[in-house]
């Protein structure tokens, strides 16, 4: 099986939008991992994310605002060999990007952060009652740096996955 790189912005965001859930990694003062997994909203290179106002997250982002986040496409089994265990691999796409959380508080940019994270959901219009709006934390991630692989690509085809930014 191989894995491939994947280059093409256009392609990474359509990986982006094909997840239901994005898993947000941060570390505490004492290094300590903490992963969650979230609804999200993206757009022009922002991902939107929201949570209670207090919480653990919000703590260690408050002090560390450093942010990992990764989504997955849903895996499917392959394999090159149907005998050999080893041989059995998920195929998918993923893509990591890097930023730092920045906790949104002007109330019209928090409506529109949810609305772009609801397009994510659906191709309903929503309206937001004054306290949700107040109540909720909108977290804004401008990415940093992104990277994205294609793997469980089985070897048979790899000729023609060879230069993974041709689509």
Same mark, same amino acid.
């Given at each position: ?7 093409k912005e256009?392609?990474? /965001?359509? @990986? &982006?939008?094909?997840c239901r ?6 570390? $505490? =003062? ?31 982002l ?30 998918? /796409?993923? @893509? &990591? ?10 109330? $019209? =940019? ?10 994510q ?13 107040r ?11 992104v ?10 085809n ?9 689509f």
């Amino acid at each position: 099986m191989r894995t491939y790189p994947l280059e093409k912005e256009e392609h990474i /965001e359509k @990986v &982006i939008r094909a997840c239901r859930l994005c898993y947000v990694g941060m570390a $505490d =003062e004492n290094g300590q991992s903490y992963v969650l997994p979230m609804n999200f909203g993206y757009e022009e290179g922002m991902i939107y994310l929201h949570s209670a106002q207090e919480g653990r997250s919000i703590s260690i982002l408050e002090k560390n605002p450093q942010v990992c986040i990764t989504f997955c496409t849903d895996p499917g089994l392959v394999w090159q060999d149907e005998e050999v265990a080893c041989s059995y691999r998920m195929r998918a /796409e993923s @893509v &990591i990007c890097y930023g730092k959380v920045v906790f949104e508080e002007d109330y $019209d =940019e928090k409506v529109k952060a949810l609305n772009t994270i609801m397009r994510q959901y659906s191709d309903r219009e929503f309206s937001y009652s004054a306290p949700a709006v107040r109540n909720v934390k909108i977290w804004k991630v401008a990415l940093d740096e992104v990277s994205a692989k294609e793997f469980g690509v089985p070897s048979k085809n790899a000729a023609r996955y060879k230069d993974r930014t041709q689509f």
